[in-house]
Each structure stands twice: as structure tokens, then as C-alpha cells.
């Protein structure tokens, strides 16, 4: 299904390799819907044992009953922090995670009789988890752009904040999805755009996601979860049914069901897919 990871991502991989040795900090920013799913391993190999800063945004959609376990997963591997980029609370806990970092980068140095420049600080992820917000959080202005669908960032710039300066990247995928259930839940959470899809496969692969996930979610829109495409698109001409959705000769309309019901599913809440 998916077949999707434009020529821009490749190049921004060679160039992270090549710049590695740059960075003093790694900001992995990953969507808490899918904890797992929305972390490229490419990016954490380039990190390569440099300090790391996850940040799992979103929280205000995440299922916060099974959210921990994956936090504690990640710090094995940095600091973490969950929270929702839009809430007031994410500025002072993300500032002061970086400043801590700053802290401890300033106290080896000072030991060396060295100064402490501010450090390098790049933001990564793949696409449409809140890279760019995070970045306008911190830097207390819109620096840059944001955008509700995967490729708004694709040239790098600095940004500085006092003990810190940030590097805004465009969203990096992993260079081969999985399965197509991972390119489901990347779908589902904005991290590739619809359109590269093929809507047939992307409803079975949802709908059968949300059967495995959280079956009730289709019970309460009159639907029945099931894993066999047969059945799916029973109940998608069922939805339509329902919803008295007709074509001009009397047939129901079934891509708007489709369209509908991933509109459905984008916008559910208390939800981990991984």
C-alpha cells in the first residue's frame, strides 16, 4: 500500500549522517497515538549515543491508560516528555528539559576551564507530529510554518533560543513502511498524505486496525468489527445505508462512506493504534 518517501527525505537522511557530529542534542518528537510507529530507528542510529529529548506530543489524544509503558520503553534511551504542544504547560517543561541539558554540557566544560556555547539542538520526526509547533513554542513566535498534512518543512533554518538553538528539519519517514497496518497508522495520524494512497486498501487496513484496537469505536456508529475485507465493505455499503447516502441512479455511495469514516477514525480520541 504504501509506496511513498519523496526524494527530499533521502537527501535530509545524508545530510543528518553527514552533520551528525554537529548536534549536541537529538529532539525526537514522536505522535503518542502511536508511540512506536511514529519512531524512524533510521534517526535514532544517527543519534548515535547523543543526548536525546523525546517528546511525545498529542497527549490530549492519547490513550493515557497505556501510554506509560511506553514511556518508560523510551527512557532507556533519553529524557521524555508527554504533553500536548498546545497546552500551556509545554513550554515551561520542555524549556526547562533543554536547559538541564545545557546545565550539564556547562558543567563538564567549566571543569575543562571551556566555554559553553549555546547548544545545537535538532528536531526530528516524521512528518506531522509537531516538529515545527515545537519549535514556535519555544521560540515564542511563528518562526516556522506548520501544517495539518505531511511536507510543509522541507529547508532548514536555526532558530535561537538563549541556551539553545533549534534546528527545524522536514519529516522524515522510514525509507520502507513495514506493513501495511504501519502505513495505516501513519496514514490515520497525518504522517503521509492520503492522496498517496490507494483508499481501498487504506479503509481495510484502518478498519481492521480499529477491530484489533478498539473495537467499540465502531459498534457506537452502528458498524460491526470485523478483520475480513468481504465484511468491511459490507459494513462501509451499510454505513452508507445508514446515512441514506445515495448516488443519482438509486446506488449508494460508498467512497463517501470511505471518506467519512477515515474522517471518523482521524479524529478519535483516547487512542493508541501501536
Given amino acids: 500500500m504504501i509506496h511513498w518517501f519523496p526524494g527530499h527525505m533521502a537527501k535530509e537522511f545524508k545530510n543528518l549522517e553527514k552533520k551528525q557530529k554537529l548536534y549536541d542534542v537529538f529532539i525526537i518528537v514522536l505522535d503518542s497515538r502511536i508511540p512506536i510507529s511514529s519512531f524512524n530507528n533510521e534517526i535514532y ?9 523525546f517528546i511525545l506530543n498529542k497527549s490530549d489524544k492519547t490513550d493515557i491508560n497505556k501510554i506509560q509503558k511506553y514511556i518508560s520503553e523510551y527512557q532507556t534511551k533519553g529524557k521524555v516528555i508527554l504533553t500536548n504542544l498546545k497546552s500551556n504547560q509545554a513550554y515551561k517543561q520542555i524549556n526547562s528539559a ?23 539542538c535538532i528536531v526530528v520526526g516524521v512528518p506531522n507530529v509537531g516538529k515545527s509547533t515545537l519549535i514556535n513554542l519555544l521560540a515564542k513566535s511563528k518562526v516556522t510554518k506548520v501544517g495539518a498534512t505531511a511536507g510543509v518543512t522541507r529547508a532548514e533554518q536555526w532558530i535561537n533560543c538563549k541556551n539553545y538553538m533549534l534546528l527545524d528539519t522536514p519529516g522524515l519517514l522510514m525509507p520502507k513502511i513495514s506493513s501495511d497496518e504501519v502505513g495505516a ?10 492522496e498517496a494512497l490507494n483508499q481501498n486498501e487504506l479503509i481495510v487496513a484502518l478498519y481492521q486496525l480499529i477491530s484489533k484496537t478498539y473495537p467499540s469505536k465502531l459498534i457506537d456508529i452502528n458498524l460491526t468489527p470485523t478483520l475480513n475485507e468481504d465484511e468491511i465493505f459490507a459494513n462501509i455499503e451499510q454505513y452508507a445505508k445508514n446515512n441514506n447516502w445515495l ?8 467512497n463517501k462512506a470511505i471518506n467519512q469514516l477515515i474522517n471518523y477514525f482521524k479524529n478519535l480520541d483516547s487512542i493508541i493504534y501501536d
Fill in 45 to 53: 542510529k544517527i543519534a548515535n549515543n547523543k543526548p536525546i529529548l
Fill in 98 to 120: 533543554l536547559n538541564n541539558f545545557y546545565n550539564e554540557f556547562k558543567k563538564k566544560n567549566d571543569a575543562k576551564g571551556k566555554l559553553t556555547p549555546a547548544l545545537k
Fill in 185 to 194: 497508522k501513519l496514514a490515520i495520524v497525518g504522517s503521509i498524505r492520503l
Fill in 247 to 254: 448516488l443519482k441512479n438509486e446506488v449508494y455511495d460508498t
